[in-house]
Each structure stands twice: as structure tokens, then as C-alpha cells.
């Protein structure tokens, strides 16, 4: 519990909420990560799925600025997916329990009119990111 709640706290500035012995509450704007220790953790191999994607405002930044700290990338931003008007940008690292998490950014497809707000959250520096898809299962 403690080397992940130093990485999540400490290298994504996620606040702190609240603790106990086996678990932390974190905030980031208006989400919430709970971290919990436990007698048997499934390793990151597991069949369940464990991803959490935060939104970003510019993903080039907020990469540049979390491998300045010490964060180690799966993958640098590139493009995931698009469709006629939005294309998703994403880049992927772990946390120290191997868990994925994703950078994301939603950006407007090139040459498409752009009619939908591609929904930009705050910038990894305003350590408020804003959390798409939480899957614990």
C-alpha cells in the first residue's frame, strides 16, 4: 500500500483523502481512487481487467512531465482510435502493482468539422485529472 500510494500521491499528485492500515482514499477534481491492501492480489496477468484512463487537456505535457518525474511509459501518445469526429490519443504506463493506466486525450479528427467538444479535462500539472472508464472487474 505504501509504494502505490507514494506513486499515485507523490509522482500523479493525487490527494489524499483519508487512510486506515489496509487502505486510502485519493481524490483528482471530482473522482475518487481507493486503494486497498489485501491478503491475495490476482497478479496484473490476471484474466480481470484493471485500466484506468485520465483525461487530459494536452497529453504531449502531461507525458513530457510525468517521464520527467520518473514515470515509466508502455507506450508514448500516439493514436488509438477515431471515428468521424473525434480521435482518441492515449499513453500508457503502470503503476507499481503493474495495474494500466492511460493518458487520454480526445481530439477532433482531422478535416472533420468538429460539432461535438471532444470534453478536454484539466492538464496532468493541475493534478485534478479527470477519470473516463474505471473497470475494478
Known amino acids: 500500500l505504501g509504494r502505490s500510494l507514494r506513486f499515485y500521491a507523490e509522482l500523479l499528485g493525487l490527494a489524499v483523502l483519508d487512510r486506515t492500515p489496509d487502505s486510502a482514499a485519493l481524490a483528482f477534481g471530482d473522482g475518487r481512487i481507493l486503494l486497498r491492501q489485501t491478503a491475495h492480489t490476482p497478479p496484473p496477468d490476471d484474466s480481470r481487467v484493471i485500466h484506468v484512463h485520465v483525461q487530459v487537456s494536452d497529453i ?9 518525474k520518473g514515470v515509466g511509459f508502455v507506450a508514448p501518445p500516439s493514436l488509438t482510435s477515431h471515428g468521424d469526429r473525434l480521435a482518441l490519443w492515449s499513453a500508457t504506463f503502470r503503476d507499481p502493482d503493474g495495474h494500466h493506466i492511460a493518458l487520454t486525450q480526445w481530439r477532433a479528427t482531422p478535416g472533420a468539422t468538429e460539432t461535438t467538444d471532444p470534453g478536454t479535462g484539466p492538464s496532468a500539472q493541475d493534478a485534478a485529472p479527470h477519470v473516463q472508464n474505471v473497470d475494478p472487474h
Open 60 to 68: 504531449d505535457a502531461a507525458y513530457q512531465s510525468l517521464r520527467a
